[in-house]
């Protein structure tokens, strides 16, 4: 029996290509596919799936959220996150938050494919360097930057930020008030020392979490 694949990614032809792949390789077939965060959590509850490939930035619930509604409501769904994000900054997080996988867009398609056969066998999926980040995140007698400290939603709000997105864009984004984007804020702020959305961005220029 193939390996039943869903994925979601508000981009059309990163989703074409995924499918062109998977053409190729009589063992994976791709049961179907979504463009939004939402899509993302209807597709699980309305498909039979062996793997969810998932992106991280998508209109409505972002990646973040939907990876912890997915692992509430389907505990034995894998997820591999496929995203531009960088994986030194991001997999550690995203693994922490119960991703079976991390694989960059810019991969070789062959590795979709092994990360992908790699968790069918019920095994998680991480690149070396990956690897080499957790285990250093893991034994390193340094406190954790700041940011690691954010919970999801701070942490994507945090993103939004530093990409430069005002409160209100932020707010219809990840569908929540403009109240609630500033509540967030203001977390971010407190739990980073910092005092001003400049701040913010220079924050995360200096660590690389936005180029």
């Given at each position: 029996m193939p390996i039943r694949v869903l994925i979601a990614d508000d981009h059309a032809i990163v989703r074409k290509g995924v499918i062109q792949i998977f053409s190729e390789k009589p063992d994976i077939v791709l049961v179907a596919e979504a463009d939004t965060g939402s899509g993302a959590i209807d597709l699980a509850r309305n498909h039979e799936a062996d793997i969810f490939i998932l992106d991280l930035n998508m209109p409505g619930p972002g990646g973040l959220e939907?990876?912890?509604?997915?692992?509430s409501e389907h505990p034995d769904l894998p997820v591999l996150i496929l995203t531009m994000h960088d994986e030194e900054q991001y997999g550690v997080r995203l693994l922490k938050a119960g991703a079976a996988g991390f694989l960059a867009k810019?991969?070789?398609?062959?590795?979709?494919?092994?990360?992908?056969?790699?968790?069918?066998?019920?095994?998680?999926?991480?690149?070396?360097s990956l690897a080499e980040a957790l285990l250093e995140h893991m034994e390193s007698p340094d406190p954790a930057p700041p940011h690691?400290?954010?919970?999801?939603?701070?942490?994507?709000?945090?993103?939004?930020?530093?990409?430069?997105?005002?409160?209100?864009?932020?707010?219809?984004?990840l569908s929540l008030s403009a109240k609630t984007i500033s509540t967030y804020r203001s977390r971010v702020l407190t739990k980073?020392?910092?005092?001003?959305?400049?701040?913010?961005?220079?924050?995360?220029?200096?660590?690389?979490?936005?180029?």
């Open positions: 939907v990876l912890a509604q997915l692992n810019n991969a070789a398609p062959d590795k979709l494919v092994e990360a992908i056969r790699h968790i069918a066998g019920g095994r998680r999926y991480i690149s070396p690691e400290s954010l919970s999801d939603r701070e942490f994507q709000v945090f993103q939004e930020i530093a990409k430069g997105n005002t409160t209100s864009g932020i707010a219809e984004k980073l020392s910092l005092s001003s959305n400049a701040e913010i961005v220079r924050y995360a220029l200096e660590r690389g979490i936005i180029d």
